[in-house]
Nanobody, 121 residues
Framework: QVQLMESGGGSVQSGGSLRLSCEVS????????MAWFRQAPGKEREGVVS???????SVADFVKGRFTISQDNAKHTLYLQMNSLQPDDTAMYYC???????????????WGQGTQVTVSS
């Protein structure tokens, strides 16, 4: 059974950094396509960054140069390094996984429960 569990969220001030983690189980991390999404209250879920099984990435324009996705196959963990955080980055952040390449479309098959990120000005 595929399971995803996010951690690392919290409250930071504008300009700060956080690193989110997504621990995966039930499959081999490097064989799946993975992504980070976020959803703020009253807004639709939006793709932040994805990484395919071949290592290629897709990054949303609003986080380019600030957020980086990476993975540690030995630790079965996906990461999202977030720098220069702004209040608009406040949202629940989710990791997602699928055999198929969905890039930043919210159509992944497997989802975690999310971790809250709050950025104050």
């Amino acid at each position: 059974q595929v399971q995803l569990m996010e951690s690392g969220g919290g409250s930071v001030q504008s300009g700060g950094s956080l690193r989110l983690s997504c621990e995966v189980s039930g499959y081999t991390l490097k064989t799946y396509c993975m992504a980070w999404f976020r959803q703020a209250p009253g807004k639709e879920r939006e793709g932040v960054v994805s990484i395919d099984s071949d290592g290629s990435t897709s990054v949303a324009d609003f986080v380019k140069g600030r957020f980086t996705i990476s993975q540690d196959n030995a630790k079965h963990t996906l990461y999202l390094q977030m720098n220069s955080l702004q209040p608009d980055d406040t949202a629940m952040y989710y990791c997602a996984a699928d055999w198929k390449k969905w890039w930043l479309l919210p159509t992944y098959q497997y989802w975690g429960q999310g971790t809250q990120v709050t950025v104050s000005s």
